[in-house]
């Protein structure tokens, strides 16, 4: 998560003009909801990827386990590597296995007893809005940091994924010789 938490000071609050303000809430805004949609990419394709690699982990298993039972005296380098690739591919869906749970994503928006507060209350009238924008933008960029985070290891677990599963003929091929030899 985010330690650093980027603030507007009250000083540089009051410089700014109030459509100024509106049109960088905007922008974080935007900035924000663009966090959370890559989430939902990012979730999409390991789901898509969880799908398919235990499709082929219970094929395989499920052959192996059908070779085994038909013929118990009869188990070759076929079988063998049917459990060994089944294991491996085991190993990339515990890498994504986090994915599948929700984290703690931050949304746009916020709760009232937030924006009304006795000290935005104490502000003069004329710049109330502009410091409730500032708190806003505030709690927006730490979200956008903290969303990031979060998306950045889940895209790292999905690139090493993709990676094992890329290379994985290489290294099942390498299995297979050193079980033949």
Same mark, same amino acid.
């Given at each position: 998560m985010v330690d650093k938490k980027w603030v507007i000071k009250d000083s540089e609050i009051e410089t700014f003009q109030l459509d100024d303000l509106?049109?960088?809430? /905007? /922008?974080?805004?935007?900035?924000?909801?663009?966090?959370?949609?890559?989430?939902?990419?990012?979730?999409?394709?390991i789901n898509l990827l969880?799908?398919?690699?235990?499709?082929?982990?219970?094929?395989?298993?499920?052959?192996?386990?059908?070779?085994?039972?038909?013929?118990?005296?009869?188990i070759g380098v076929l079988t063998y590597m049917c459990f060994v690739s089944a294991s491996y591919y085991l190993i990339i869906v515990y890498l994504l296995y986090r994915d599948l749970f929700p984290h703690k994503y931050a949304v746009p928006g916020e709760i009232a007893t937030k924006l009304i507060d006795q000290y935005?209350?104490?502000?003069?009238?004329?710049?109330?809005?502009?410091?409730?924008?500032?708190? /806003?933008?505030?709690?927006? /960029?730490?979200?956008?940091?903290?969303?990031?985070?979060?998306?950045e290891s889940k895209w790292k677990r999905y690139e090493s994924s993709l990676l094992l599963i890329f290379i994985s003929p290489i290294l099942l091929g390498v299995v297979c010789i050193l079980l033949t030899i």
């Open positions: 509106k049109f960088v809430f /905007q /922008q974080v805004e935007k900035r924000l909801q663009d966090t959370l949609d890559t989430n939902n990419l990012i979730t999409n394709r969880l799908t398919l690699l235990m499709g082929l982990i219970i094929t395989l298993a499920g052959y192996g386990f059908k070779k085994i039972i038909e013929e118990p005296e009869n935005f209350l104490e502000k003069n009238e004329s710049i109330r809005i502009k410091y409730l924008y500032g708190l /806003q933008i505030d709690t927006y /960029q730490f979200r956008i940091d903290n969303n990031k985070a979060i998306n």
